[in-house]
């Protein structure tokens, strides 16, 4: 059973959201507004929060862009009618951990959050080597001997799923799954993006780790 913040000004969806979500035996609060999700954040600990990008005031994305200023690594999954490419990616780069478009499938939904409450503290703050580079959550750097370039946070959650498994090979399956929620031809594209862009950083900070693509399979460290 985990604790769920719910930021959805729609009643009707709020409420079909806490119905799921309490059916799987989660703990609920529910709030309709940005401001009154930021007061909840102070006050309380949550293991996710289930967060709408169209809201009064405060927007999704401004929320979640405020919660990493403060240091909050609580996980987001971000739920929209927004979805173009541009939009998605927006709300990834800006802090979001997955990334859902309205009208919602149960059964995606709880098997999103299924995959962002596996990601437990301890291996969200441990920092991750593999050969002479070094993932360092607190600021999502990639840093190796004395040079380091930041990450954005969808590049930090791609590098990282390929460090957690550097002994195997990362379908593009398990990236859709684990980092944007679901599958699709533009979380394909998505894909091949940021692994490109790792791909530079890698280079920019002198690293002899590259991203080998295994042709049918997915990817993996080398």
């Known amino acids: 059973m985990s604790k769920i913040l719910v930021v959805e000004d729609d009643k009707d969806t709020l409420a079909t959201l806490s119905l799921l979500l309490r059916a799987d035996h989660h703990t609920v609060d529910e709030v309709a507004e940005g401001e009154s999700a930021e007061q909840y954040l102070d006050r309380f600990t949550y293991d996710l929060v289930v967060l709408d990008w169209e809201l009064p005031g405060v927007t999704g994305v401004e929320l ?20 173009a490419t ?20 149960a059964d995606v939904l709880r098997a999103a959050i299924r995959a962002l409450l596996r990601r437990t503290p301890e291996s969200a703050d441990a920092a991750l080597t593999f050969k002479d580079l070094q993932l360092v959550p607190e600021q999502c750097l990639l840093r ?41 031809k533009s979380v ?22 590259r991203i080998v693509g295994v042709k049918g399979f997915g990817y993996r460290l080398d």
């Open 188 to 209: 394909a594209a998505n894909i091949r993006t940021r692994l490109s862009r790792l791909r530079d950083k890698f280079l920019e900070v002198g690293s002899t780790v």
């Open 64 to 83: 979640v862009r405020r919660m990493r200023i403060r240091g909050c690594r609580t996980p987001v999954l971000m739920l929209t009618g927004r979805g």
């Open 144 to 184: 190796c001997d004395e040079k380091s370039t930041l990450l954005s946070a969808t590049e930090y959650e791609v590098a990282r799923l390929l460090f957690e498994n550097s002994n195997r090979v990362v379908s593009p399956l398990e990236f859709s799954a684990k980092i944007w929620g679901e599958s699709s």
């Open 86 to 105: 541009a939009d998605k990616v927006e709300g990834l780069d800006t802090g979001a951990d997955g990334y859902l478009t309205k009208p919602l499938e």
